[in-house]
């Protein structure tokens, strides 16, 4: 197929209206009875922009989203694309604390959630936290609250919309749309900021080489509040013209139902999904034969998961891919056509306009096939972390190259293989995991003397975390008792698996943890 063009350097208002002007009849969104034409949503887009100028939103202000996957999330999104306003995405696991700080560090004025989800009352979490907001001014839930969607609207009915083109008319290209939140070795959770330009170059890449098509069903299983949700995920759909259909959660039945009612045609996701897909003992009798196209990354790939993807639930392309937040999601590319060696060995090779290098503790070019560090340098690297010179400093050099904090080999292709990690994170589920951030939690039990924590292998969710515990005198903690605490206190991906519980941590001379030893003790038997 002939890949679509790349999107011109814009703003993501601007892509809503002009997709609005050229397809304004084709479907963008379909979530269970609700369906949306492109021309709907440019309206719905606008009508939810003069709600937060209601609100007292314009350019630059941040409103953040914590609510599952819907079409309500992209709405509100697109209503702050179109002022101007920053877009910062919560993590629908997160507790009240975690949230807060988000919201505080971001100074988010107005925030979209919902009452419940999945046994989570996130507005009773967030005043629960007691973490004083004193930007926040408005809380709007998708659905029944003290200021509801409708309500949001209603308030909004009220504005001009001569005010929300006015506001609209001076947003640029080089603006920032969105501020996604990470974390480091260190625990501190880094504010990241992209660009419209940098979205919109990024994923229009990322679409044309994966080959997204118009009118490709799309089933966005990965969260609106991860990059692969929401830019490999809706925004990307919005750039060709592919058709929408969010997922709140991942249930393999649900997921199959769906491929066969809706005929989707993309899936992307994290190895687990298709593993599950795959294992399901419904999975035979089930019409998959609609699906095409998988992407898929954030784990070590199989070679016969690839095979089994293709031959057992019908893709005719499946691919891998590499990126950080901070390359606004995105850095290497596997290609149609690589074959599955390569798909699953690599992590493919750079995307157009970007470069990668693997290089030695000096930052000098290491040769192909040499382990090194991986570094990146292109237009898709964030400008620096919101109000933090110095990480900014640590990370990316005065010649723009980012240090990623990966060890990776290249090969005489250009090919990309991560083989280790320089930073401590492990993925869970196709989630981020940061030891230091959760030990730093941990830390805070009464009976936790020291910790420390590592990724292991897991067959289900690709990797686990493993807590090895150093008790305070005079305690006994319980392996029960410390997964209910920290199940209190931070998002289930972070939770620890299994806690071990140890005399002492092994230390090397200067008195640091030797974690690869722990790696070792943590991995189950072969």
């Known amino acids: 197929m002939t890949p679509v063009a790349t999107t011109p350097a814009t703003t ?49 202000t941040a409103v953040g989203i914590w609510a599952p996957n819907g079409w309500r999330w992209i709405v509100a999104a697109l209503g702050a694309h179109t002022l101007g306003a920053i877009v910062v995405p919560i993590n629908t696991r997160y507790k ?8 505080e560090r971001s100074r988010a004025r107005v925030l979209f959630t919902v009452d419940e989800f999945l046994g989570a009352r996130y507005p009773a979490m967030l005043r629960d936290a007691g973490v004083p907001l004193p930007a926040l001014q408005t809380v709007v839930t998708f659905g029944p609250g003290e200021v509801s969607w409708d309500d949001f609207l209603a308030a909004g009915a009220r504005v001009s919309p001569d005010e929300v083109a006015r506001i609209a008319a001076t947003v640029t290209p080089d603006d920032v749309g969105d501020i996604m939140f990470t974390s480091g070795t260190t625990g501190r959770p880094k504010a990241v900021p992209a660009t419209h330009a940098q ?17 490709d069903r799309y089933l966005v299983v990965a969260p609106f509040f991860h990059t692969f949700g929401y830019k490999a995920g809706w925004l990307a759909a919005l750039q060709v013209g592919a058709v929408v259909h969010p997922q709140p959660q991942f249930d393999v039945e649900q997921v199959m139902a769906r491929i066969a009612a809706e005929r989707i045609t993309v899936l992307p996701g994290p190895p687990t999904l298709y593993m599950s ?25 199989p070679v016969e998961l690839v095979r089994r993807m293709r031959s057992d639930l019908g893709f005719d392309t499946v691919l891998t891919g590499y990126g950080l937040t901070e390359t606004t999601g ?43 560090e991986v570094v990146v340098r292109g237009y898709n690297v964030m400008h620096g972390y919101v109000d933090d010179e110095a990480a900014t400093a640590e990370t990316v050099d005065r010649a723009g190259w980012l240090r990623t904090g990966d060890i990776g080999v290249l090969d005489e292709r250009g090919y990309l293989r991560i083989t280790d990690r320089k930073k401590d994170m492990f993925i ?20 936790i003397g020291q910790v420390a924590v590592v990724g292991a292998p897991d ?66 038997p072969r």
């Open 96 to 103: 009240g604390a975690e949230a807060a700080h988000v919201l």
């Open 459 to 524: 067959q289900r969710l690709g990797e686990i975390g493993v807590a090895f515990v150093v008790p305070r005198p005079g305690t006994t903690p319980s392996e029960a008792e410390l997964v209910a605490w920290s199940r209190d206190r931070m998002a289930n991906f972070k939770v620890p698996r299994r806690f071990e519980i140890v005399d002492a941590l092994p230390l090397n001379a200067s008195g640091k943890v030797l974690k690869h030893e722990l790696r070792a003790r943590a991995r189950p």
């Open 330 to 372: 995105c850095a290497t590319l596997c290609r149609d056509g690589d074959d599955a060696e390569t798909v699953a060995s690599t992590s493919g090779r750079a995307m157009p306009g970007v470069e990668v290098a693997v290089v030695d503790d000096a930052g000098q070019p290491l040769p192909a096939g040499t382990a090194g």
């Open 199 to 215: 979205s919109l170059r990024v994923f229009a890449d990322w679409g044309a080489l994966v080959g997204l098509r118009r009118g």
């Open 12 to 60: 993501i208002g601007e892509l809503l209206a002009r997709a609005a002007r050229e397809r304004p009849d084709d479907v963008a969104i379909a979530d269970g009875d609700t369906v949306i034409t492109t021309a709907e949503l440019h309206a719905r887009a606008l009508a939810a922009a003069r709600g937060l100028v209601a609100c007292g939103v314009t350019r630059g």
């Open 277 to 301: 897909l795959l294992n399901h003992p419904a999975r035979a009798a089930a019409d998959l034969s609609s699906l095409r196209l998988a992407v898929t990354g954030a784990a070590c790939v």
């Open 428 to 447: 869970v589920g196709g989630f981020n995991a940061y030891p230091a951030e959760i030990e730093a939690v941990l830390l805070q039990h009464p009976a």
